[in-house]
T-cell receptor, first 112, second 112 residues
C-alpha cells in the first residue's frame, strides 16, 4: 500500500536553532515529492518540489533532500523563526495514478 | 483578487441537513480538488474535476456530491450531513508547473 510516514509527529525548538523533519515513503512508482507548510487555520503552501533526479533543493532557510534509493526525504530548517511554527506536510505523487499521497505532518513549535 | 477562495470559512449544521461548500479560483486551472483534513489522517481526496462537467471520485466520496458547470467554481455538497463529516475541508486547483496544487484557506465544518 502506498504510504507516506513523517517523523517526529511534533517538535518544539528554540528560536534560532536548526531542525530536521523526516519523511519515509513506500509510493511506487515515484513521480515527485513535495513539502508543504500549513499555518494554523490556513491551507497548505508549497515549499519545495523534487523529482527523481534531484537530491537537494533549497527555498530560503528551508532545504529539502531526497534519497530515492532509500525512499527518504528530509526538510532542514536553518535558524528557525517564530513564523516557522506550523505543520509541515510531505506529499508524494504516485507516478502510475498521478494522485497525491499525503503524510500526516510534523507539527513544529518555535519558542522564543 | 487572484487566487483560490472558499466560503463559508466556518459552518455549524445539524445532522441530516444539506450543506454546500463553495470554492472559486481565478487562475482558470483545469483541475480542481476537494480534500478533508482530520486529526491523525493526511489530507484525503473526496472528489476531483479535470474540467467543467467532468468529475470523478477520490478516496472518500461517500456522502458527498460535486458539480462543475463553470471552470472557476467547484462546489461540494453534503446531501444529508452526518457527525462523521465534521472536518476541515480544503479546495485546491492544479497549476501547469510540476502539476503543483494550490490550496484554499479551508472551511471548518461542524455537524451537531
Amino acid at each position: 500500500k502506498n504510504q507516506v510516514e513523517q517523523s517526529p509527529q511534533s517538535l518544539i525548538i528554540l528560536e534560532g536553532k536548526n531542525c530536521t523533519l523526516q519523511c519515509n515513503y513506500t509510493v511506487s512508482p515515484f513521480s515527485n515529492l513535495r513539502w508543504y507548510k500549513q499555518d494554523t487555520g490556513r491551507g497548505p503552501v508549497s515549499l519545495t518540489i523534487m523529482t527523481f533526479s534531484e537530491n537537494t533543493k533549497s527555498n530560503g532557510r528551508y532545504t529539502a533532500t531526497l534519497d530515492a534509493d532509500t525512499k527518504q526525504s528530509s526538510l532542514h530548517i536553518t535558524a528557525s523563526q517564530l513564523s516557522d511554527s506550523a505543520s509541515y506536510i510531505c506529499v508524494v505523487r504516485d507516478g502510475a495514478t498521478n494522485k497525491l499521497i499525503f503524510g500526516t505532518g510534523t507539527l513544529l513549535a518555535v519558542q522564543p | 483578487d487572484a487566487g483560490i477562495t472558499q466560503s463559508p470559512r466556518y459552518k455549524i449544521t445539524e445532522t441530516g441537513r444539506q450543506v454546500t461548500l463553495m470554492c472559486h479560483q481565478t487562475w482558470s486551472h483545469s483541475y480542481m480538488f476537494w480534500y478533508r483534513q482530520d486529526l491523525g489522517h493526511g489530507l484525503r481526496l473526496i472528489y476531483y474535476s479535470a474540467a467543467a462537467d467532468i468529475t470523478d471520485k477520490g478516496e472518500v466520496p461517500d456522502g458527498y456530491v460535486v458539480s462543475r458547470s463553470k471552470t472557476e467554481n467547484f462546489p461540494l455538497t453534503l446531501e444529508s450531513a452526518t457527525r462523521s463529516q465534521t472536518s476541515v475541508y480544503f479546495c485546491a486547483s492544479r497549476g501547469p508547473t510540476y502539476n503543483e496544487q494550490f490550496f484554499g484557506p479551508g472551511t471548518r465544518l461542524t455537524v451537531l
